[in-house]
């Protein structure tokens, strides 16, 4: 439970507030780089409450400029793009991928107007098939987050993204809450446990199912926490702990196990207070590519499909998220029930995550023992931006960890060990080769 204040302090990214201050510093995925093709059509992206166009030019190096025109403020968006520049529909106006204006065709052939005049254009780079953009300050701008993954070819990820329409902080909440598996993704559980269609290390999932209550433990890290979900099991008649962790990764970010050779990470990126763009990494670290009916399981499962230019599908609480209660039916449908009525499993995170209304009022609910990571989530960012407005260094901003070597881990491991030593991962110096992940150990 938050104060209303604290939940005002972690919730809101517009107008100057002192959250959206602190994203700021960090770099943010903007789009995937296929949105964008040279010379093609620039997209209209609102991150933190700030409206931006992003194109690519006719060299095909990527622009991130501020949206309005800076003549009389026509959508960028619109622009025609050629000629290694945005040219503005309204006046013709042409600016380059720098801010540079090099054209102004509507004032006399002698003037110097333009050089007079810039368009904000922020850093960018591309990195795991994604765009990536920093809106902060420039004389502060971070280390960039080469996560493991993000170093990867395109045919070795695929990367699902939606957009949710509620609060960012709501939606980070769900990818760290290690106990909603079992119940809202019920679903998909079932078919991955009996149907073995999730491949490698994912047989361990049946253990998921069978204890909806793990223990937790946590453990804080210099770029956020690793948090470990513990299940008794017994495996070849030895009692072991069934380990699954999950690493949070300030600001916005959740790391969790995946198969053997696969890293899996989610992005929560603040549009504004009430909107927030979900993506989801799937990536192989082993060498081999993703085949193409792979990705089109990976996107059935999600349940994501058709999407509006702003990612949004049409799944709302005007259409209950297009519960289908039939199919909930345990009397019509026998052991074929479904257990949300929802299609896939980002389909259920965001009907649930949208339902508890744009931004979730945190001072009326009652947080139980499984509720451990989410608590921690919202005090480390809480004193991240507390920092931030004092002008000390927020979490994950002191350059003394790699983000190639944060990492998710499922093991069985020895009760008599700590599973920090087996399966944890603080952000050592980078492991150069995939094939150093940790078998089953016991
Ligand atoms: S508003 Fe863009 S050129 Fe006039
Ligand atoms: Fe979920």
């Given amino acids: 439970m938050l104060n209303t204040a604290d939940n005002e302090l972690l919730t809101r990214v517009e107008s100057g507030a002192p959250m959206g201050d602190l994203m700021r510093r960090y770099w943010m995925p903007v789009l995937m780089s296929a949105d964008v093709e040279s010379d093609g059509a620039p997209r209209r992206v609102r991150i933190l409450g700030g409206n931006y166009v992003v194109f690519r030019d006719s060299n095909g190096e990527v622009g991130v400029l501020d949206e309005y025109c ?21 006046h013709g106006w042409r600016v380059d991928r720098h801010g540079k204006v090099i054209e102004t065709p509507s004032e006399p052939g002698n003037s110097t107007f333009k050089d007079k005049i810039r368009q904000i254009a922020y850093p960018s780079r591309e990195a795991g098939g994604l765009i990536w953009a920093y809106f902060g300050d420039v004389s502060a701008e971070p280390d960039f987050p080469l996560f493991e993954w993000t170093t990867r070819a395109p045919e070795e990820i695929y990367t699902i993204r939606v957009a949710q329409r509620c609060n960012w902080a709501q939606a980070l909440e769900g990818a760290i809450d290690a106990a909603h598996a079992n119940f809202l993704h019920n679903d998909l559980m079932r078919r991955l446990v009996s149907g073995g269609e999730y491949t490698g290390g994912g047989g361990l999932q049946n253990m998921t199912l069978s204890d909806g209550a793990p223990t937790l433990e946590i453990e804080n890290l210099p770029y956020g926490f690793q948090y470990a979900a513990l299940r008794s099991a017994v495996s070849d008649g030895k009692p072991v702990n069934y380990v699954r962790t999950t690493q949070f990764v300030a600001p916005n970010w959740a790391l969790f196990s995946a198969p053997k050779g696969w890293r899996f990470a989610q992005a929560f990126v603040p549009v504004d207070d009430h909107n927030t763009v979900f993506y989801f990494a799937h990536a192989r670290v082993d060498g081999e590519p993703i085949p193409e009916d792979y990705r089109a399981k990976i996107l059935e499962w999600s349940g994501v499909g058709e999407m509006d230019r702003d990612f949004h599908m049409d799944f709302h609480t005007g259409n209950m998220w297009r519960q289908d209660r039939d199919a909930m039916s345990r009397a019509k449908h026998g052991d074929a029930f479904s257990f949300s009525g929802l299609t896939g499993n980002q389909t259920e995170d965001l009907g649930v995550q949208e339902s508890m209304g744009p931004i979730y009022d945190r001072t009326r609910e009652h947080l139980g023992t ?22 000390e260094t927020p979490l994950g901003l002191g350059n003394n960890f790699h983000y190639s070597g944060i990492r998710a881990a499922e093991e069985l491991v020895d009760p008599s060990l700590r599973w920090q030593d087996v399966v944890g991962s603080r952000g050592e110096a980078p492991i150069a080769d995939a094939s150093s992940d940790r078998g089953i150990r016991l």
């Fill in 70 to 90: 800076p003549h009389r403020g026509a959508s960028l968006a619109l622009a025609r793009n050629e000629n290694c520049a945005l040219q503005c529909l309204y």
């Fill in 370 to 391: 499984s509720d451990l990571a989410i608590i921690r989530m919202r005090r480390l960012m809480l004193e991240a931006a507390r920092r931030n407005e004092r002008g």
